[in-house]
């Protein structure tokens, strides 16, 4: 549901505040969303001010639900295992949801790597991107084994994901290291 929300060109603080919104509801599971009408998924995104595209992810997201229950019975592990556990074979697949396109497939992958080990580490232009723009080097085989390294792999991603994306957070962090 997050890669959804987030692949949308929207802040991320935004879909964040949707999928709150959408947990708040009740919607924690495929069938539940499934479940929920098309004007309940509407007005939760609104409350979470996802509404430049709230309509048209209100009927993203309850397809994905359905097609989460039916293909994988809800649960997406089986996705995982029906791609050995490969990031781009679990990426491919992942394609097949409403809404998610190659940027959703590595929101999710980069945000699973720590609960799926065989994702991890996990690198991609975003992480390239960010770690680029602090200073660090920007080469995937650096950035694996820094990943590799770390306590929380995906917090370490999306940090670097969020100074790519904000030339303030990259000041800031630039800024911050030589003090």
């Given at each position: 549901?997050?890669?959804?929300?987030?692949?949308?060109?929207?802040?991320?603080?935004?879909?964040v505040a949707a999928a709150r919104e959408l947990f708040g509801a009740g919607y924690r599971s495929p069938a539940a969303m499934a479940?929920?009408?098309?004007?309940?998924?509407?007005?939760?995104?609104?409350?979470?001010?996802?509404?430049?595209?709230?309509?048209?992810?209100?009927?993203?997201?309850?397809?994905?639900?359905?097609?989460?229950?039916?293909?994988?019975?809800?649960?997406?592990?089986?996705?995982?295992?029906?791609?050995?556990?490969?990031?781009?074979?679990?990426?491919?697949?992942?394609?097949?949801?409403?809404?998610?396109?190659?940027?959703?497939?590595s929101i999710f992958l980069r945000e699973v790597q720590e609960t799926w080990p065989s994702?991890?580490?996990?690198?991609?232009?975003?992480?390239?991107?960010?770690?680029?723009?602090?200073?660090?080097?920007?080469?995937?085989?650096?950035?694996?084994?820094?990943?590799?390294?770390?306590?929380?792999?995906?917090?370490?991603?999306?940090?670097?994901?969020?100074?790519?994306?904000?030339?303030?957070?990259?000041?800031?962090?630039?800024?911050?290291?030589?003090?």
């Amino acid at each position: 549901m997050l890669a959804t929300l987030l692949s949308a060109r929207i802040s991320a603080g935004v879909a964040v505040a949707a999928a709150r919104e959408l947990f708040g509801a009740g919607y924690r599971s495929p069938a539940a969303m499934a479940r929920a009408s098309w004007q309940d998924r509407v007005d939760a995104l609104g409350r979470g001010r996802y509404r430049r595209y709230d309509e048209r992810t209100a009927t993203m997201l309850g397809d994905a639900a359905a097609q989460l229950s039916e293909r994988w019975h809800g649960d997406l592990r089986r996705l995982r295992e029906a791609a050995d556990g490969e990031p781009h074979r679990i990426a491919d697949l992942l394609t097949g949801f409403p809404g998610i396109g190659p940027a959703g497939a590595s929101i999710f992958l980069r945000e699973v790597q720590e609960t799926w080990p065989s994702v991890g580490p996990y690198v991609d232009s975003r992480v390239t991107a960010g770690a680029r723009s602090v200073g660090l080097p920007s080469d995937r085989e650096y950035l694996t084994g820094l990943l590799a390294e770390a306590r929380h792999p995906a917090s370490l991603a999306a940090a670097l994901v969020r100074v790519s994306l904000s030339r303030r957070l990259a000041a800031e962090a630039t800024a911050g290291a030589g003090s």
